[in-house]
């Protein structure tokens, strides 16, 4: 007997499951777009369990006959397709004719629809892709489906799927990004009872931008207008010894593809530390693609510090044969005919709408880098090239007020226990500036430290005798060194000056002497081993870091009580994503509990944090959340609030320290496990060693 066969229909289906139906959200999409497919104006998704025990989805739409009804869930019946032309250009959200029996094939499903036509409707039910009954029942024009027991035939999948509210999560945010590109229809969303998200008609894109993200962000909104273009395509080619033979009447015209761009973008001092606020629709259909996202950020380079994403709401509309959307399974992602074409487009229509809506003099003036074409992230956009600082002519601010003599004394006075509360000694406030205008090192996607957990670490003595620890080798300490694991570096610098070198080594860091700092943004000591240039910014966010991590794994987080709780309003995802990591993000400092619907009241904050900053750190959390930390484990989302929590602290590049300060960040610097790197992967130090600057002055 062969060994190749055939599989049945309900293995196949199954199959096909896997690609289309990942998880709840993924049966919401394709039911939801079928909805839009056939006309609906009122959409209602309730769900039970996250998805797990029910989705319903109700809708005003065409509804479907008897016959149709039940040839629905074969494979690849569809309404949308007739001939293999149509591939080319279509012009509806579905078109494979796979979902409902790749729905039917993993759960327990209930179809009941009626069209106007037809005085009955008609109940079809299917379980695990056999087929129960199909009967006549009364009902009203439309089409409701209800999935129950996802994945009860398939538990390797259901083992799979994220917590509750992982899953309700990214039901919401699709519920929400499909209702902003159908302004004109109403969108509801229940979960087990209780309203999540209900917007009603409305007449453009802007008032359905208010419903959806409040009014917080609507006056920082410029509206694009209708930008139009149009593509001139060449006539067909002709081989020249058949152009004798042609008759001139018959040739084919040029013809032309029509382009539509509106939306809305943020102006440029509003800035995103991720590409989570900006929403691509092309045709209605709700897409990643590299290519626009690239386009995007084009159009706000030198207007925004690198590193830094607008919020954006672009809507593109193009002729169906100018778009590919059958190149990836859940239909995320398209291909365009003319890629340049449509990039240049969107570049050049928002970066004019921005020139136009305010005078170039009111713009951020920081120079900024272009995105770095050759990183990308999970979502298909570019990441950030690192930022450059100009500064003017200033001479190094010398810390040799006092003495090194006296630096001892100041350091011998200090206490010997937790590093990290500002020395005693010092009169001048602490920095707590956030002006992040002048920080472009403080902006930066949030990435995750893959350290090991942080053991309590107190400043260390000066070692007796140098230690033989490589930054990228082994752990070899000598007697009295830190003998500490360091990671490998995530954000090692090239292009360097000759000499000049990412500090790979930590052992020397308690024998620096500080000497003062260049431009109020960097300190400058030397060492044993050559001169070392410290960024005051990233080596304040490392201690930080590890402090937060410390207390929050002690349960004993230092936290500041606000007189009067700070009340934020949060979009649909915003909400969705509190609902998840509350107990992280309490357990992290915050005393924070909703105050009604879409709204959060924060009672307390992380002592160190000032109050202006509270609302911005909240809600940069829940902004990294909704993507990013969606898929990740509590430890990383740990990890990912505390960097936060610690970047927003630290002190700020632009920003003058006493002589103590600096060398109590030295010495607090060398009591961390992973002094190299800040939270984020940036490197702390550059070192310029001995031997090379014997080398220049031509003494070896």
């Known amino acids: 007997m062969g060994r190749i066969r055939i599989l049945s229909d309900n293995v196949a289906n199954k199959i096909a499951a896997g690609e289309v139906v990942e998880r709840p959200a993924s049966v919401v999409k394709e039911l939801l777009e079928n909805s839009l497919d056939a006309g609906a104006s009122e959409i209602r998704v309730d769900t039970e369990n996250a998805g797990r025990r029910l989705i319903r989805i109700q809708d005003n739409g065409l509804g479907m006959m008897r016959d149709d009804a039940m040839l629905a869930f ?16 279509i012009g509806t959200l579905g078109f494979r004719g796979e979902a409902l029996p790749s729905i039917a094939s993993v759960s327990r499903l209930l179809l009941e629809t009626r069209t106007e036509e037809e005085q009955t409707g008609t109940a079809v039910e299917i379980a695990g892709g056999k087929l129960l009954r199909c009967d006549e029942i009364a009902r009203s024009t439309g089409t409701t489906i209800t999935v129950r027991d996802l994945f009860y035939n398939v538990p390797a999948r259901k083992k799979f799927l994220r917590s509750d509210q992982t899953e309700l999560a990214h039901i919401g945010s699709l519920m929400t990004h499909y209702s902003l590109a159908h302004c004109g229809k109403r969108f509801e969303l229940f979960h087990e009872g209780r309203e999540l998200l209900n917007v009603a008609p409305v007449a453009d894109i802007r008032e359905r931008a208010f419903q959806v993200f409040g009014d917080g962000i609507m006056e920082d909104l410029l509206d ?4 139009s273009a149009s593509l001139r395509h060449p006539p067909p080619y002709t081989a020249p010894n058949a152009r004798a033979n042609v008759d001139p009447a018959a040739e084919v015209e040029p013809e032309f593809s029509s382009f539509e761009m509106r939306g809305l973008v943020s102006a440029p001092h509003v800035q995103k530390l991720n590409r989570n606020s900006v929403f691509l629709f092309v045709n209605g259909r709700l897409i990643r693609d590299r290519l626009i996202l690239h386009a995007i950020t084009a159009a706000y380079h030198n207007l925004m510090p690198a590193g830094c994403f607008p919020f954006a709401l672009v809507f593109l509309t193009c002729d169906p044969g100018e778009v590919d959307v059958n190149v990836h399974p859940a239909k995320t992602e398209v291909r365009f005919r003319h890629g340049s074409f449509v990039h240049d487009f969107v570049r050049d229509s928002i970066r004019s709408s921005l020139m136009k809506s305010r005078p170039v003099s009111n713009m951020p003036t920081m120079p ?14 570019f990441g950030p090239a690192p930022g450059r600082l100009e500064f003017p002519n200033q001479p190094i601010q010398h810390a040799a007020v006092l003495p090194f003599s006296e630096f001892s004394r100041v350091l011998d006075e200090m206490p010997s226990g937790d590093p990290l509360p500002w020395p005693a000694n010092v009169t001048a406030p602490r920095p707590t500036s956030l002006d992040h205008s002048l920080d472009a090192n403080s902006v930066r996607e949030n990435r995750f430290d893959d350290a090991a957990a942080v053991p309590e670490v107190q400043v260390p003595p000066w070692p007796s005798q140098p230690a033989t620890q490589s930054f990228a080798g082994k752990a070899e300490s000598a007697p009295g060194s830190l003998g500490r694991r360091v990671p490998d570096t995530h954000g090692a610098l090239s292009h360097l000056p000759p000499g000049w070198e990412q500090a790979g080594t930590y052992e020397q860091l308690p024998d620096l002497r500080p000497m003062g700092q260049l431009h109020d943004s960097f300190i400058i000591a030397a060492g044993r081993d050559g001169l070392w240039i410290i960024d005051q910014h990233v080596a304040h966010e490392r201690i930080l870091f590890e402090k937060v991590l410390r207390e929050r794994r002690a349960g004993k987080p230092e936290v500041q009580r606000l007189l009067m709780p700070i009340v934020l309003k949060l979009t649909p995802g915003q909400e969705f994503e509190y609902a998840r990591i509350a107990g992280e993000l309490n357990a992290s400092g915050f005393e924070t509990e ?7 009241a924060v009672k307390a904050a992380p002592a160190g944090v000032s109050p202006g900053d509270i609302e911005r750190i909240v809600l940069e959390i829940l902004e990294i959340s ?10 990383e989302i740990r990890r990912g609030v505390s960097a936060t929590i610690a970047c927003r602290a630290a002190i700020k590049i632009n920003t003058r320290l006493e002589p103590a300060k600096i060398d109590w960040i030295l010495r607090a ?6 002094p190299m790197n800040c939270p984020h992967g940036r490197p702390v130090a550059l070192r310029y060693s001995t031997k090379d600057i014997l080398k220049s002055f031509h003494r070896i």
């Open 224 to 227: 694009l207008g209708v930008e």
């Open 368 to 381: 900024a880098s272009p995105a770095a074409d050759g990183k990308h992230g999970f979502d298909g956009g």
């Open 669 to 674: 610097l060398a009591a961390c496990d992973y």
């Open 626 to 635: 909704e993507d990013e930390l969606r898929n990740a484990s509590v430890d």
């Open 594 to 600: 909703p105050f009604g619907q879409r709204t959060l």
């Open 74 to 89: 074969e494979r690849h019946a569809t309404s949308k397709l007739t001939d293999v032309k149509d591939l080319l250009a």
